[in-house]
């Protein structure tokens, strides 16, 4: 009973710290969340400054990072779930390094993207496809691990009753065991996209710009993101810009609870039951 007091007590603690947070944000920032804040550019006015290249700066990031990581990390967990043999050392150790790689900090990812860059010659680092990289890097592991809980989820029953039918194993993980597994696939992914969108520190390690006054218009152009402009502005002296921050964190919780929200839309609608 103690145990459990603890437990609720702790849940308790955390909701009301975060639920103080997301209210003063609001208020702090709800007089600046106009049709500026999406049109505009950055500024050294704090009343003619806006996000715009931040929020189109970490939608694409967010959607490059997406194609690089969904298709490996998807194949990835289906190998080592479906055909991996898993006595085979080399396989074993792949699995350990992808569990531990999952917990290791986003910073180093940023710093292995950096000596990646390097190693290749490329000389402005500040891009949109090496922060997509650095990205798909962190959350490559997290894909990986969801996929393979995923269709470890889907009863052993449903691929033998294929099998015994006489479907060959790709399709009766095509036609069986990945339209299951499609509904903790997607929720795991999306909520992995919404971590990899609300991170700054790997990007700042590659030097991503902290005041841009233009559009991303490609893979290799400069950018910013909703994070980096919030750090930005919360480190000004000016209050307004202490104000414009909030705003900013105000449309960077509204991205995350619209990615939240699809991927709790997709795991009612598709989730089945055994």
Request: without cysteine; neutral net charge.
């Amino acid at each position: 009973m103690a145990f459990l007091f603890l437990l609720w007590f702790s849940v308790f603690f955390a909701f009301v710290f975060l639920l103080t947070l997301i209210v003063t944000t609001w208020i702090d920032g709800a007089e600046r969340l106009d049709l500026r804040m999406f049109t505009e550019f950055p500024s050294s006015a704090p009343e003619d400054a806006g996000a715009r290249p931040a929020i189109l700066g970490s939608l694409m990031v967010i959607s490059v990072t997406a194609l690089f990581t969904l298709p490996l990390g998807i194949a990835a967990g289906i190998h080592l779930e479906e055909f991996a043999n898993r006595r085979n050392w080399f396989n074993r150790a792949v699995e350990l390094n992808v569990q531990n790689l999952a917990a290791v900090p986003s910073i180093v990812y940023g710093l292995l993207t950096l000596g990646a860059m390097t190693a290749m010659g490329v000389r402005d680092k500040n891009i949109v496809i090496a922060g997509a990289l650095a990205l798909s890097l962190l959350i490559l592991p997290v894909v990986i691990i969801v996929t393979r809980e995923s269709l470890r989820a889907v009863p052993l029953e449903i691929r033998e009753g294929s099998l015994a039918l006489g479907a060959t194993p790709l399709q009766t993980l095509f036609r069986q065991t990945l339209p299951s597994a499609v509904p903790g696939i997607a929720t795991g992914s999306i909520l992995a996209l919404s971590r990899a969108l609300g991170e700054a520190a790997p990007l700042l390690i590659l030097g991503a710009l902290v005041f841009v006054s233009f559009d991303p218009n490609g893979l290799f152009s400069g950018y910013t993101t909703l994070p980096i402009q919030i750090f930005n502005w919360t480190g000004r002296p000016q209050e307004e810009f202490h104000v414009l921050a909030a705003a900013t964190s105000i449309v960077l919780l509204g991205l995350l609870l619209a990615m939240n929200s699809i991927a709790i839309t997709i795991r009612n609608r598709f989730q089945q039951r055994w």
